[in-house]
């Protein structure tokens, strides 16, 4: 089983492809008040690639990998750019369950691919995240009360339909396209190693919001791998939907139980098998946010001048929670991820 828990991303070609998008720029890095008068380095997803959240990095390159893929093995020929390989695109659907941002992601990756996409919500999701999949020529359809419905009925489609089923959790049986997904996550540690190579102010803590646990594992094996100056990792997981921590303490993929969270896009009972792996061997502790303080730290960073989430802010939650000893700290220097925008 541990081959298809392994994750050794190339992401260099991740990398690659995205310095070659029309779309793509590197995500700022911003300086924002933190509590106990400490300084927060916040990396700014909230307008990446014009789609306001960090999975613009994911879903799309997985798109295109998909498709280059299937492209080759079906006409020898490699690239998309051809009329023959824009009418076989036209030809492909993906589907997906979403609470959000992944769906959005899907449906922009097919939509400048020339495929379709199918999208399956929950009805906790907002009709505001439907209308946002709509405008980017998906097909929505709304499949049971809560996240865990529409990923079954999402695999049940795509089983049925033929169509390709792309989603960003892993479980057994499934597990090589969500690590590419996880691949394009990559780009983000991959951009903040460059700035602190140049800037030598590398973070001491980084605050990783989970759902799944794609964006936290991903950050954390290439930190792991690569960085000069190895900081403190924390996952922050919503008390409603602690997925990874029950693994963790399980020692095995876990569900967790709980009710609906408002920090949605964080709101995932069941961890992706990959992530949990990897979290599991790059030495992270846990950190578990209310409801009421996931929405206290959405208003502060938004009053902070980055419009976010409860989801978006979740790693600032965190830091409002340190020990005091930690936040007095001179060398305290804490990196927390905004992963998308409000609005």
Wanted: charged share 20%; proline share 6%; hydrophobic share 40%.
């Amino acid at each position: 089983m541990m081959d298809i828990l392994d994750f050794t991303p190339d992401f260099a070609a991740a990398h690659a492809y995205f310095r070659n998008h029309p779309k793509y720029t590197p995500s700022p890095l911003r300086r924002i008040k933190g509590p106990g008068g400490c300084t927060v380095l916040a990396k700014d997803e909230t307008d990446r690639m014009g789609l306001g959240a960090f999975k613009a990095l994911g879903a799309p390159y997985a798109v295109a990998r998909i498709l280059d893929y299937k492209w080759r093995e079906q006409s020898g020929a490699s690239g998309l750019n051809t009329p023959e390989a824009r009418t076989f695109a036209a030809s492909q659907t993906f589907v997906c369950a979403s609470a959000g941002n992944h769906g959005i992601g899907v449906a922009s990756g097919a939509r400048d691919a020339g495929a379709k996409a199918r999208i399956h919500l929950a009805e906790t999701v907002p009709e505001s995240f439907a209308d946002r999949l709509r405008a980017l020529g998906a097909t929505v359809v709304r499949s049971g009360p809560v996240y865990e419905d529409s990923v079954a009925a999402a695999t049940k489609d795509a089983e049925t339909s033929g169509d390709i089923l792309l989603a960003d959790g892993t479980w057994p049986g499934y597990t090589e396209i969500p690590k590419w997904v996880m691949e394009g996550y990559c780009v983000i540690a991959e951009e903040l190693r460059a700035e602190f190579e140049i800037s030598g102010a590398w973070p001491t803590h980084v605050y990783l919001q989970a759902g799944v646990g794609g964006l936290a594992a991903a950050m954390a094996h290439m930190i792991r791998l690569n960085w000069a100056v190895q900081p403190e990792l924390v996952v922050v997981e919503p008390q409603a939907a602690t997925c990874l921590q029950d693994s963790h303490r399980a020692g095995q993929p876990t569900q967790a139980t709980g009710p609906e969270s408002n920090m949605g896009r964080l709101d995932c009972k069941d961890p992706s098998i990959v992530a949990w792996a990897v979290l599991e061997r790059c030495d992270v502790r846990y950190a578990v946010l209310t409801e009421e303080e996931g929405a206290a730290a959405a208003r502060q960073v938004t009053a902070l001048g980055i419009p976010t989430t409860p989801s978006g802010a979740a790693g600032y939650g965190a830091i409002l929670h340190e020990i005091t000893a930690v936040l007095e700290s001179a060398a305290y220097r804490p990196l927390v991820i905004i992963s998308e925008t409000s609005s």
